[in-house]
């Protein structure tokens, strides 16, 4: 009986994450670029229980059975899906079609300086001709990009003064002429990608950087993949789940009191 309360409390806890994943996928369904999370769930290891004082067989515990301790979140995981693209005619705005990542020279609270990538294509042009994000970090041109090299000449930069074009490789046209490239590239295995925040993913160690397949297009942004109608189903879902373990408990709760109360009673 007691590990019929433990199966549902453990059934609880995993919905309560479940949730907690869906809810952060929903605050995110309009950020540019988001890439929606989702969660598995595995059981506890089956564990070998056995009688107690049993003094049948000397020195030797009788198997009872296994025991399955109930449930937990086995891996939460990330869908790259491409998300649907929005059209702003912003010439800084950039979407990628297909797979890749746009890298940022990204400097945090404390002004260390590192490489972090994401899908939010969402620049603007500085006076000085730099693209940068809304946090002011620097857009890495192909080379700073491929090569994880930063510092001023691996930043993309135009002329302000002078409209702009960028093609699907990438490449920004003033005049007719090349000016620079966007760093758009990818990596061999996303199991090394962990999100930092701030829609930013950090490279871990191992993983290596290889060239975008993907194509850059102007004037158009990334929207999220995540389907809000989708994720409200899989709220109410959960919901159901959760009200199921909490009526397993009472269940069990009353056949415990029972126990207590009246199986042992003389009459």
Known sequence: MVKGLYTAYTGMINEQKRLDVLANNMA????????KEGTTSISFADEMAYKLHDSSTFMMPRRVGNLNLGVKIGETYTNYDQGSFQVTDISSDLAIAGNGFFAIEFTDKQGNTSIRYTRNGEFTVDKDGYFVTSDGDHLLNMNGALNSITGEASYVRVDPNVDYTINEQGMIYQDGVVVDTVGLVD?????????YGENLYILEDGGTITAAEGTVEQGCL??????????????ITIQRAYEAGQ?????EDETIEMAVSQVGRVG
């Open 222 to 235: 990334e929207a999220s993949n995540v389907n809000v109608i989708d994720e409200m189903v899989s709220m």
């Open 28 to 35: 995110n369904a309009d950020t540019i670029g988001y890439k």
């Open 247 to 251: 009526k397993m408990i009472q269940a």
């Open 187 to 195: 990596f061999d295995n996303y199991d090394y990608l962990s999100k």
